[in-house]
């Protein structure tokens, strides 16, 4: 079901501080900046390596508000890992399948993620305290 680790999200109060930061560490190239009003996020994708189903990234958060995930994450936690996205072939098929097994779905059905991507998110309290995305990336 899952081909790759998509990306690895990352809380952070300062975007444009982190995307400096891993940049320059890492010699990390960003691919695509967003704002997902939906998801209530400000979003950078640093890319790490290509695929045939897709690459994989790292994405940098910084909430749009308070009361967004991100942002409540933030209160609570700091900064740090927020959830890891995992590349699937068909994400609406692999949501009916996994909610079969008993973890709960966050959402009802797919919705737009980064750079034309499908996304879903799963409950963390299923998956052993990992928030937990599947990505279906567009097609070429
Ligand atoms: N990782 C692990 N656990 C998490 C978590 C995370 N990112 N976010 C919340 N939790 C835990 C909390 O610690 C809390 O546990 P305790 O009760 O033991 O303290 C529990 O889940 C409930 O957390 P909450 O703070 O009360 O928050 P909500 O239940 O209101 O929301 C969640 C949590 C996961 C349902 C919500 O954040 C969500 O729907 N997330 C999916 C959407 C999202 O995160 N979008 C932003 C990223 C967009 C993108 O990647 O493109
Ligand atoms: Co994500």
Redesign the pocket.
């Known amino acids: 079901m899952f081909m790759r680790i998509d990306h690895i ?1 990352i809380a952070c109060k300062d975007i444009e501080e982190k995307i400096a930061f891993f940049s320059e560490t890492f010699e990390l190239t960003v691919v695509a900046r967003e704002v ?1 009003e939906e ?3 400000k ?1 950078a994708m640093l890319r790490i390596s290509d695929g045939e189903g897709g690459g994989s990234y790292i ?1 940098l ?1 910084e909430p749009l508000s308070e009361d ?3 942002g ?2 933030l209160a ?2 700091g900064e740090g890992v ?2 890891v ?1 995992f590349g699937v072939p068909d994400v609406a098929q692999a949501m009916a399948k996994i909610n079969e097994k008993g973890v709960r779905l ?1 959402d009802e059905r797919p919705r737009h ?2 750079m034309g991507s499908e ?1 879903a ?1 799963l ?3 299923d998956v052993g ?3 937990t ?1 599947l990505v279906q990336a567009p097609k070429p």
């Open positions: 999200g997902n998801q209530g996020v979003e994405q958060l967004s995930p991100v409540k994450f609570k936690r927020h959830h996205a966050l993620g980064s996304i998110f409950h963390p309290k305290g990992m928030l995305e």
